[in-house]
Every structure is written in C-alpha cells, then in structure tokens.
Nanobody, 120 residues
Framework: QVQLVESGGGLVQAGGSLRLSCAAS????????MGWYRQAPGKQRELVAA???????NYADSVRGRFTISRDNAKNTVYLQMNSLKPEDTAVYYC??????????????WGQGTQVTVSS
C-alpha cells in the first residue's frame, strides 16, 4: 500500500505565508512527477504546481512568482511554499504523486487534502 500524508495547512492573513508538505510512504519503487492541486468550494480541482523527478517545475499562472514547489527525493516528500497569499488561494490542497510500485504497477496517488484559508 502507498500513502500520501499532507501537513501544513491552516488559517493565515492575506499577504502571509504557509508551507505544505506531503510525504509518500509504503511499497514504492520509484516516484515520478509529484504535484499539488486545489479545490475551492463550487469549483473544479485545478493544478497548482508540479515537479518531475529531475526537478523541472510547472506552475499555474495564478500562483507563478508566489508559490514554489520543491521535493526531497531521499524523503519521498514534496513541498509547496506559498507566499503573498490571497483570499482567492483559499481551498483544500491535495498532494498527487505518480508512483511505480515494486510489482511495476504505476498509478496516481492522492493525499487526503489539507485546508488553506486566507482571510482578507
């Protein structure tokens, strides 16, 4: 079994910062891309940022320049540093990882989600 466990969400004032973490554990052979998605009430889930195993990154236009995604391959962990937060960043943030297990089964895994609330 593979699990993704997120941490770091919370309530912050506009202009503040938060750092999200997501650790993958279990029977893992290799982790390919990892990413963060978010879903606000009444809206579809959207990609926030993604990072390949080699460190290449991709950001949504709405967060580019404010958010930074990074990963520690030795710890199977991905981070999202969020600066200059805005009320429109309020959402449940989900971690995602493309994981290959030892039996060569490849699948997308999701974390349970962590709430980020930005007050104005």
């Amino acid at each position: 079994q593979v699990q993704l466990v997120e941490s770091g969400g919370g309530l912050v004032q506009a202009g503040g910062s938060l750092r999200l973490s997501c650790a993958a554990s279990g029977r893992i052979f290799r982790i390919n891309a990892m990413g963060w998605y978010r879903q606000a009430p009444g809206k579809q889930r959207e990609l926030v940022a993604a990072i390949t195993s080699g460190g290449s990154t991709n950001y949504a236009d709405s967060v580019r320049g404010r958010f930074t995604i990074s990963r520690d391959n030795a710890k199977n962990t991905v981070y999202l540093q969020m600066n200059s937060l805005k009320p429109e960043d309020t959402a449940v943030y989900y971690c995602n990882a493309d994981i290959l297990t030892p039996n060569l089964s490849r699948k997308d895994y999701w974390g349970q989600g962590t709430q980020v609330t930005v007050s104005s």
